[in-house]
């Protein structure tokens, strides 16, 4: 059974960064696709960026060039760097974990950004 704990976020201002962290608690962490998913008030959880078993990357349009996704097989966590955050990057954040048809969710971290 995978267990994914988000940390990382809080409130921030325009321009500025933040990283967030995902731990992963199971075995054949190096199998599982891992994705970073945004959820605004009133909107639908969507796809930010995910990396896959060899390294693939993929990114929303609205975040290419100003979020990086990363693991760590070693420490079995995963990364997501934010730069020059934007109003509009304001979410509760959540880490997944997806192997086949088998998806698990991290409870998720709050960013907040605003001046």
């Known amino acids: 059974q995978v267990q994914l704990v988000e940390s990382g976020g809080g409130l921030v201002q325009p321009g500025e960064s933040l990283r967030l962290s995902c731990t992963f608690s199971g075995s054949s962490f190096s199998l599982y696709l891992m994705g970073w998913y945004q959820q605004a008030p009133g909107k639908q959880r969507e796809l930010v960026a995910s990396i896959g078993t060899t390294g693939s990357l993929t990114y929303a349009d609205s975040v290419k060039g100003r979020f990086a996704i990363s693991r760590n097989s070693a420490k079995n966590m995963v990364f997501l760097q934010m730069d020059n955050l934007k109003p509009e990057d304001t979410a509760v954040y959540y880490c997944?974990?997806?192997?086949?048809?088998?998806?698990?969710w991290g409870q998720g971290t709050q960013v907040t950004v605003s001046s």
């Open positions: 997944n974990a997806r192997i086949g048809t088998i998806s698990s």
